[in-house]
């Protein structure tokens, strides 16, 4: 490979690569259940990159997508408005082609100063 080529890996057909990830055109996220990088190779699954120009947000970022699904979840049901058809497109992440148009029902444990963080 000359010096000074662009390589990009193409994560979307890695991460449909069944020696990696069993079933994988299954929306599974258990896969990723506690230990999961274990069963896989080092590079199989970058969403951060790798090597040297690793991500240096990838702690960061792991942590509020955490508290920001672990906040809302707890405290709304999420479900897709019916219809609502979405488009994926890969970028360096994969991404809705467009808005996503999504229900929120407040769950009945969630006191409605909890759901709204007390201004409401
Ligand atoms: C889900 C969120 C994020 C994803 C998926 C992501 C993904 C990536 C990827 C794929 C790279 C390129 C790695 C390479 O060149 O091989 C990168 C680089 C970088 N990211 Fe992120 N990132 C995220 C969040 C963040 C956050 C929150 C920050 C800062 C607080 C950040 C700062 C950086 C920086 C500075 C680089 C360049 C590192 C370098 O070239 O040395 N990223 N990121």
Redesign the pocket.
């Known amino acids: 490979m000359p010096k000074g080529s662009l390589v990009i890996v193409n994560t979307c057909a890695l991460y449909r690569d069944g020696r990696f990830f069993a079933d994988p055109e299954r929306f599974d996220p258990d896969r990723f259940a506690s230990g999961w990088e274990k069963r896989i190779p080092r590079y199989a699954y ?13 702690g ?3 942590m ?2 955490r508290l920001i699904f672990a906040t809302v979840a707890q405290r709304y049901k999420l479900s897709l408005e019916p219809l609502e058809e979405i488009e994926p497109v890969q970028l ?2 994969v991404r809705p082609s467009g808005p996503v148009r999504m229900r929120l029902e407040r769950r009945a444990s969630a006191p409605l100063s909890q759901a709204t963080g007390g201004r409401a």
């Open positions: 970058l969403p951060f990159g790798g090597g040297p120009r690793v991500c240096i947000g990838n960061f970022a792991m509020e997508a360096v992440t």
